[in-house]
């Protein structure tokens, strides 16, 4: 299976797809973003699966490692004005669009001080100033909605564009068909880009799309497609700057398809039954921060110690995010409907209904009723069980020790147990 997946991964890039592949270097100040914003990216998604593993982070985590081309090529050729809307693992995208790192990491820890209040969580990172415009739990959610951003510019007479990227499971759904159809029949400024990591969750592409070729799968409802290599930063860079100028300057919707590979499973859950070592191996030898890092020190645009630097940094930020998740508090319990629906007094009845006591109260009064009543009393009471040590005593959490952003700028050797040890 590893080789089938491998070979129909091989890119078969046309158009500007392929000029894309004969790039040279941008500017040094460039090639250096590029290589620490990846590598920032990178070190985070490492930090959050761990802090994960402490139970710091709740619901699910999707991490993003090894798809950090794709996501800085595109975003550093967008405008501050342009939207971009992503899937459930984005924290990469929001931090490669501006938001500080430490506000994403509150976000998963579901602190006050995340991007979304603490009340989104890994799967909903959203920041309006920066114009990304959220993660989706729901796939293929975010394609109508990036229509309506679309449809939004060409109403304020704006020039920006919206940047959608989803992932290829999310090319089945019926949200793909109807968006693309009206984005092709309005003519809206939009860049649609699949991320195509190959598996739908834990399906491949070729048990889950009759189409292989996603670059195509919307030519027959008005949306000409290309194909870019997911793991080159510069080609992707390169893709979807002419993209973005042809919906721009043409208001013509187009649809990129970047081949990509999580390292790492669907979610933190996943067992990775449905692929082999042998695979994920394969493609770590493709690692889009390696490639770059070689490419940068072969050309002498970057040193060694300039590489040395750059981690000193990246992990001084990343670690710097989790002490600001740390402080940041939780959010008050009374503050539990906040912000759940614009109402006013033309909406008479309940927009909620707290049941917590055995006497219900609408949801909007929670900051008066649930501060000081019932409802808190409760929830101490069931917060100091909680917190109660079990007669059998409890099972620390295992925590696994991750070297990908290390290794992805410096080169290391394993011994039989593998086992880190020093750059060579």
Not at 119 to 136: A, K, T, V
Not at 153 to 171: E, K, L, P, R
Not at 297 to 326: C, W
Request: glycine share 12%; with cysteine; charged share 30%.
């Amino acid at each position: 299976m590893a080789e089938e997946h491998t070979s129909t991964a091989e890119p078969d890039v046309k158009g500007d797809g392929a000029a894309a592949a004969t790039q040279g270097l941008p500017d040094a100040e460039t090639c250096r973003e590029l290589l620490e914003t990846m590598a920032l990216i990178r070190r985070f998604e490492e930090e959050a699966g761990r802090q994960y593993q402490q139970a710091k982070a709740g619901g699910f985590l999707h991490l993003a490692i090894g798809e950090e081309a794709t996501i800085v090529g595109t975003t550093s050729v967008m405008r501050d004005e342009d939207y971009l809307i992503g899937t459930y693992r984005t924290h990469g995208h929001a931090i490669a669009r501006g938001t500080a790192p430490g506000r994403v990491m509150a976000e998963l820890f579901g602190h006050e001080d995340g991007c979304s209040g603490g009340r989104g969580g890994s799967m909903h990172i959203f920041d309006l100033e920066r114009r990304f415009m959220g993660g989706y739990g729901i796939v293929g959610g975010n394609l109508p909605l990036a229509a309506g951003l679309g449809l939004a510019s060409d109403y304020s007479g704006s020039d920006a564009v919206t940047v959608c990227m989803f992932g290829d499971g999310a090319s089945n759904t019926g949200n793909f068909g109807e968006t693309m159809n009206l984005a092709a029949l309005w003519k809206l400024p939009v860049v649609f880009l699949v991320e195509n990591n190959l598996y739908g969750m834990g399906t491949a592409i070729e048990r889950h799309s009759a189409v292989t070729d996603l670059s195509r799968k919307a030519e027959g409802l008005g949306v000409p497609g290309v194909r870019v290599d997911g793991m080159d930063v510069l080609a992707v860079r390169a893709t979807v700057a002419e993209h973005i100028r042809i919906a721009r300057v043409e208001r013509q919707p187009t649809l990129v398809e970047a081949f990509t590979y999580r390292f790492r499973g669907h979610s933190a859950a996943d067992p990775e039954v449905y692929r082999t070592k042998e695979e994920v191996a394969e493609w770590r030898q493709k690692d889009p921060l390696k490639v770059f890092r070689d490419r940068l020190l072969a050309e002498g645009v970057i040193s060694e110690g300039e590489v040395d630097e750059l981690r000193e940094r990246v992990e001084r930020t990343v670690m710097q995010a989790v002490e600001f998740a740390d402080n940041s508090p939780e959010p008050p319990l009374e503050s539990l409907y906040d912000r759940l629906y614009v109402v006013g007094d033309q909406v008479p009845g309940w927009y909620a209904v707290d049941e917590r006591t055995p006497k219900p109260h609408r949801g909007e009064e929670e900051r008066e009723v649930g501060a000081e009543g019932e409802a808190r009393k409760l929830a101490e009471a069931g917060a100091a069980y909680a917190g109660q040590q079990s007669p059998r005593g409890r099972r620390s959490a295992k925590v696994t020790e991750d070297r990908d952003a290390a290794e992805a700028l410096e080169d290391v050797e394993e011994d039989d147990e593998g086992s880190a040890e020093g750059p060579r």
